[in-house]
């Protein structure tokens, strides 16, 4: 068991900047896969980036080369720095970790992105 506290949303004016944690109460070494998920109203929640246990990424096509998923074992935190931000990336963002198939998620911090 896990329990996950995300916290860094808010919100920013277009073309800013925000970064989201996401802390876990207890090593997250051994977990498989951990990612970022997003909703926006009346939208599906959808995966924005995630890294794997070996340290790759991936990351949805409208967020490439403005979001970076990365991660700190020491402080079992995972990370989304968000840069150029654009009113459509506002949503609730969870974060999501994966471990023998068992998912843990947070509890939603939500980033508005003003025009």
């Known amino acids: 068991q896990v329990q996950l506290v995300e916290s860094g949303g808010g919100l920013v004016q277009a073309e800013g900047s925000l970064t989201l944690s996401c802390a876990a109460s207890?090593?997250?070494?051994?977990?498989?896969?951990m990612a970022w998920y997003r909703q926006a109203p009346g939208k599906q929640r959808e995966l924005v980036a995630a890294?794997?246990?070996?340290?790759?990424?991936t990351y949805v096509d409208s967020v490439k080369g403005r979001f970076t998923i990365s991660r700190d074992n020491a402080k079992n935190t995972l990370y989304l720095r968000m840069n150029s931000l654009k009113p459509e990336d506002t949503a609730v963002y969870y974060c999501?970790?994966?471990?023998?198939?068992?998912?843990?998620w947070g509890q939603g911090t939500q980033v508005t992105v003003s025009s």
């Open positions: 999501n970790f994966v471990i023998v198939g068992i998912h843990y």
């Open positions: 207890r090593s997250i070494f051994s977990f498989n896969r």
């Open positions: 890294i794997f246990s070996g340290g790759a990424t």
